[in-house]
């Protein structure tokens, strides 16, 4: 079974432009989070996706948005893009079918490191 | 909200020893406390979970305990081998939610 696969695992971007990031869930899971991880910051939590509606939102900007697609792939954007934004965004999924139990384990995919310059 | 603090940040153990590491929450209704492991470059990778209906879980080398009561749960790692040596974050969350808030991560190191 394929895991969590996220687009670009690289990528360089100029101040001021937009950059769209791009999440495959593991087959069959239709949460999707993503978070960001800064070393000053750590890993923080920006929104959650669940049947393409947002559950959940962290405290970031309005920069960053999000949206999921009905096979549950994710895509999360940051328009103006700031030099503080450079980090590494994490995609997770998770079958989350709220009756507890393993399905509700929450995977991570490798990553995609974004830096602005 | 929910905060997780994790101690320590730098760790250092010979091959062969054991490691802990530990981390407190501050909420009680989460329930759900994930470890993962995080190589250079790399995402994180899950290697073990527990949930509050449960005080302890094992998986080879590698144990988690929990205490409800004073909000704490740690990592247990024996017979540390090389390999071991990585950035590790512990986690809490309500279970109905994919919102995981971690802690600052502990940097282990195994010297063989």
């Known amino acids: 079974k394929a895991g969590v696969t996220q687009t670009p695992r690289y990528l360089i971007k100029t101040r001021g432009q937009q950059v769209t990031l791009s999440c495959s869930p593991i087959?069959?899971?239709?949460?999707v989070s993503w978070y960001q991880q800064t070393p000053g910051q750590g890993l923080q939590f920006l929104f959650e996706?669940?049947?393409?509606?947002?559950?959940n939102k962290g405290n970031f900007p309005g920069r960053f948005s999000g949206r999921q697609f009905s096979n549950s792939r994710s895509e999360m954007n940051v328009s103006t893009l700031e030099l503080g934004d450079s980090a590494l965004y994490l995609c997770?999924?998770?079958?989350?079918?709220?009756?507890?139990?393993?399905?509700?384990?929450?995977?991570f995919g490798e990553g995609s490191w974004l830096t602005v310059v | 909200g929910e905060n997780v603090e994790q101690h320590p940040s730098t760790l250092s153990v010979q091959e062969g020893d054991s490691a802990v590491i530990k981390c407190t929450y501050s909420?009680?209704?989460?329930?759900?406390f994930p470890w993962y492991k995080q190589e250079l470059g790399k995402g994180s990778q899950l290697i073990i979970d527990?949930?509050?209906?449960?005080g302890e879980k094992k998986d080879q080398r590698i144990a988690v305990t929990l205490n409800k009561t004073a909000k704490h749960f740690s990592l247990h790692i024996t017979e540390t081998q090389p390999e071991d040596s990585a950035v590790y974050f512990c986690?809490?969350?309500?279970?109905?939610?994919?919102?995981?808030?971690f802690g600052a991560g502990t940097i282990l190191r195994v010297k063989s």
């Open positions: 087959s069959g899971h239709r949460s």
């Open positions: 986690a809490a969350s309500e279970e109905y939610g994919n919102k995981l808030v």
């Open positions: 527990i949930r509050s209906n449960v």
């Open positions: 909420d009680s209704a989460s329930n759900y």
């Open positions: 996706y669940f049947s393409e509606t947002q559950r």
């Open positions: 997770a999924s998770s079958y989350n079918e709220r009756t507890g139990g393993s399905k509700d384990t929450i995977y």
